[in-house]
């Protein structure tokens, strides 16, 4: 197998992308074979690769010195590459159905493609600079898929979220710099690169490090820097199932990873103040999080306030700076990933049938659509930690590496993550049971329109149910693959 | 091999979710005609041919699965791994005494309970939905008394808060909703606190399987002594909850009077005694009773069920509406069990599982009343209660067998595990706790006869018909209400059908009967408690 794949995965979707709104398709129908039949094509090369796992580098571009822009495939690049080659064809189908009824239809396709492209680029760069590059151009890509509606409210969430992104990736920018500076070598290496003779006292690096992951984690939501996310739920549901619960947010915990397990490494931060405020800010987003979540009314909004909690909890899993943490962390991105699209797909499909936005809205309505909401209530136990579920699993591994780090601040974390817990059974049950149970004087009359969509919104959710179901009874050989990933740093 | 031993937990969990899911494809084709069962707030009325049938399969499964349940308890001890959730977590089946013990009672009552349903449920509607999810948790307990190991245990825990929880919110009043929300939120919290516990545990037993005497490893745990005893505090309380251990009881008065009346007696009776059988594997057989014998914890949790125990039975004198005195009398008597279980000797031990056996029977018939009473002529409060034993003398002299052996009159089956519980406490060696428990057990006992027996006294010897002028005016209100209602509460007022008749009567004649010849069963506990301490 050729390295040259890993380049021609990152173009394609970008060329298909650009292409289609130039191509002149006959009709609609035309136009989503050809997405699909692309983004089906990318998904199955990258599997082949995965599955070949070449080892060599491949360098696209030199720019100056040390500085180049080249892709390798580790086993870290490997878990994101294939969570997001999964869920984006999926993804697609569904935004087929979904995207109907919001118009612009080329333009949101062109840039949605050309996303897939960027986040396989952030998986697949071999040094801090390429993914530095990718993480940059994810934010600009993903800005038009935000405002698409172009309604003041769609207009005001990009800006914030440009703002915030742009913001974090200069914060980050520092870390680059600093590793360019003190590391043997920019490339991700495990274990961390820093070059101990150079760095003399740690003080000013670890703030560095500390600007550093905070700047990435701007895009996995870490409070303060958390309310671009829900904000961002204007844009149409595929946006924000697949962008602002997979892939963007999953790009920002990534890059953490990335720098904490691969360029400054663990060992230089463990133990240290920063590794406290790092702790302290994640159990706390945590619960910040589902609290918040637990206030809103509105769906997706409050799908969008758990993202924010789960995605801590990946991060507090960075943060434990131990391979057992980093086993919980990719744990947790890959169920999350699926929990959480699934039940952003069920709140689409909610919208796309019966364009009710608030949760006050959808008394009885798990009569009129008793698939989707199926499909939700298990994604709601699985995101509760109902043993034999997917979420479980990585809960348990996360508290497992927080007992075994012997870290006062990680035994919070335990308490925190249960806490946590309770509040999703809140926020996700209250939703099911209103769906499943209406009250008394509840008059079916008013629930008009609304039942099951067709197969290419139904598809995505059964095969995301079967995939909890699945890895919550047997997750061994998942979890000793993402061992094996952990296991090198 | 004895992979048999799953059929009574699959057959049950199959059929119920057949009937869940056969309901909404019917909703799904009527939908044109907007006649949705379940659709409307009132209750949709089934055909009645549809519900012979509905009844036979219902009865049927129950039947069967109860059969085979009470077969794999006592054919000798079993295991069955599942599958494994990860690497050292096995989904994990095996049969012991106390699995054995508790899936005996658990399938008679709800075998007893399902058939006094069929009567009971006409009027509530949505039997369909009922039944299903009547099915679902049956499974779901037999699975969580046999869970060989801690996870599994845990796992079937949580299965069995969200499936219990349609049973409370059966009649979609907001009321119902909300108390149904409330449960599930206190289980929830419950169950997280125990799952603390457990990933605490895990770190520091040897395994999760349960192992009489525990399997604690001391050198693991080091000098975390401290930690683990708060992790295990933690559990006794979130376990608790379902026993409606104070702080944690405020769900069980509020979902007990929505509930239908068959949901209250399986609720009270049998799973309130899955948070029983929770703290009881948790503490004797993976924690191990010695870590925790003379410490805070062990203080904490006595005094907590005796707070308990006396505080149940003061809220439940209080309480003039039926069904919530009920239920705080079994906020009351599952701190019995849990304060013999917290004493950590062999005849507290003893006392605890016999009184979760009696209390189970007992609980269940005086709810069985409750619904006779709420089906026959709509009376909820207590004080509508006066003179009730002239139209149904049958059924309240039920309720009164049932009655005295919840106060723990001899020879009624209360007295027996009350004794074990006393002596247990004296035997103890636990301070003040040696004499505090008795005393407020006889407290509670004198405070149980007081808020149950006036239903009797009153119920049989109504007294002259002047009593306060509020009745006087009721009475005469229900006199110029006419001839034709008067003579329709008549009607209505007598005894109720023999399926419900029958059930109640042998809840209350085992709960008499028990005590009348307890000693294969006190033989059984005692063997128990002396494996287990």
Redo the contacts between chains.
Sequence with gaps: MNAIVMVFVVLFPMAAGVLVPVLPFKNRTRMMIYIEGAVLFNSVLVFAMLLHQPREAFVLLKFTGNLSMSFRLDGLGTVFAAIVSVLWPLATLYAFEYMKQEGHEKIFFMFYTITYGVTLGIALAEDLVTMYCFYEMLSLVTLPLIMHTLSREAILASRTYLYYSMGGAAFAFIGVIFILIYGTTADFVPGGVLDTARVGSPGLLLLVYLLCFLGFSVKAALWPFSSWLPKAGVAPTPVTALLHAVAVVKAGAFTTMRVTYYSFGADFVRGTWVQSVLLCLTVFTIVYGCSRALKETHLKRRLAWSTVSNLSYILFGVALMTPLGLLGALCHMVFHAVMKICAFFCAGAVIHQTGKNYIYELD?IG??M?KVFAAFTVSA?AL?????LCG??SK?KL??AA??SENSLA?VG??AL??S??LT??YM??VS?RAF?????????GLEGG?DPNWMMLLPLAVFVAVMIGF?????PL??ALESVAAGV | MDGWILIPIFLPVIAGAALLAFR?GT??KN?DT?M?D????KAQPESAGELKRLHLLVGAVLFVSALFALAAAWSGERQVTL?????D?P?YFRIDQVGALFVTFTSIVWVAVGVYSFVYMKHEGRERQFFGFYLLVYGVLVALDFSGNL?TL??FY??MS?TS??LV?H????E??MA??KY??YS??GA??G??GI??L??YCDTLTFTAGGTLNLLLLGENGG?LLVAVFMMILGFGVKAGMLPMHAWLPTAHPVAPSPASAVLSGIIVKAGVLAVFRVIYYVVGPEFIRGTWVQTAWMSLALLTVFMGSLLAYREKVFKKRLAYSTVSQASYILFGLSLLSEAGVTGALLHSVFHAFIKSALFLTAGIFIFQCGKTRVEELRGIGKRMPKTLWCFTFAALALIGIPPASGFISKWYLAQGALEANVGVFGWLGPVVLLISALLTAGYLLPVTVRGFFPGSRAETSKEKAENELGAQAGQEDAEAVREHGGEPALGMLVPLAVMAALAVLLGLFPGALIEYAARIAAAVL
């Design positions: 009885g009569y009129r008793p136990m509760m930690g109902v043993p034999g479980f699993i348990w508290v497992q007992l075994e035994c335990v308490a249960l806490i817990a309770l059974a809140i049950l209250s049971v149970f209406p009250g008394g004087n509840f008059d079916p009359a039942k919550g009874l047997h997750a061994q979890v000793r | 909404r909703a799904g939908s907007g949705e379940g659709m409307s707030g599958f494994y959730l990860m690497a977590i989904i996870v845990y796992m949580e299965l969200l929880m349609p919110l009649n979609r009043s907001r119902a909703v149904a929300l599930l939120f929830m919290c997280y606190c799952l603390f990933f605490f895990y770190k930690l």
